[in-house]
């Protein structure tokens, strides 16, 4: 399993439900549970983005109270999940803290959609090229109805979506985060 | 994949922080982000279990909205995940109206936590198991610091917990159930 797989969760270029190019607010949910899944398989770091600054500053207070406010006393499992979330403006910059703490070295970008598209790599490929591959990697949710197309072209790889049995697949975005991480990086024995 | 697969949220009998056996209160996100991924994997029905009337009715008020209320007319994806959720007071309750369901089968029971147990059987074996089986199969999921070791006894398998590359595991409710059910029924090609 490689160890230096980094989160982010995009809030800005997402489509709303009409299909216009917004920015969505971040959620004290999508905080949490997708720090604590990140924390349980050993993700580096997991960036909130949200080029709004009174965003920026709400998942700030949230984080600073968990891991250094009378949160991170009274759950310090908390601490230890939400200690590695950070909130920046956009993707370079979170390729920029990237590199910092890689050598340099730029990582590769995975975006995660629910729509169908010609190029989109399956799990068991992209696992296999991860195994194979130095990293650092990015791999990128989309909040609101998705990421905007021409933003998911930055992206160097795109995964398939997620689907069950019939056509239905309206999975939160935390509940396709914790099923797309155990895909690549859960193991594979259990 | 097996089509007559069923989730229980089990709000009673679980631990709480100090140990001690408790009712937790259902949330709006477990309904939400549990049956919005019990849809995607063709889950025929997901039971929120609690023996608390005031709860049963709350979450009752939750599913109304949003299958006969103006949420319907907001979000029909919603509705079509949210029509598939029962409040029943307890396991056995769940247990007769699968049975109803399935020809008067009574489930097998999977039980799934984040403690360690000598008996636990692995998600590949199980799916196996499940492949070889005419179900209906029913896997339960605990709140608040997981279900009463005496009431885990009740299932008949207890499946592994879910690790990372470290000793931490503390994912939430959501995230667990989502990467469960994705180990045993999702598509392994993918």
Known sequence: MPDNIYLG?????????????VATAITNLDIHDIARMARTYGIRRY???????TQQEMAGRVLRHWTEGTGAD???????ALSRVSVVPDLETAQ????????GRTATVIATTARLADDAVDYSDLRRRMAEDAGPFLVLFGTGWGMEERFLKKAHYRLKPISGPESYNHLSVRSAAAIIVDRLLGDRQE
């Open 9 to 21: 969760l995009v809030h800005y270029p997402v489509y709303d439900k009409g299909g216009d190019i």
């Open 96 to 103: 920029q803290a990237i590199a910092a703490d890689c050598d």
């Open 47 to 53: 960036f909130m983005i949200t080029p709004l600054e």
């Open 74 to 80: 009274y759950n310090p499992l908390r601490k230890e």
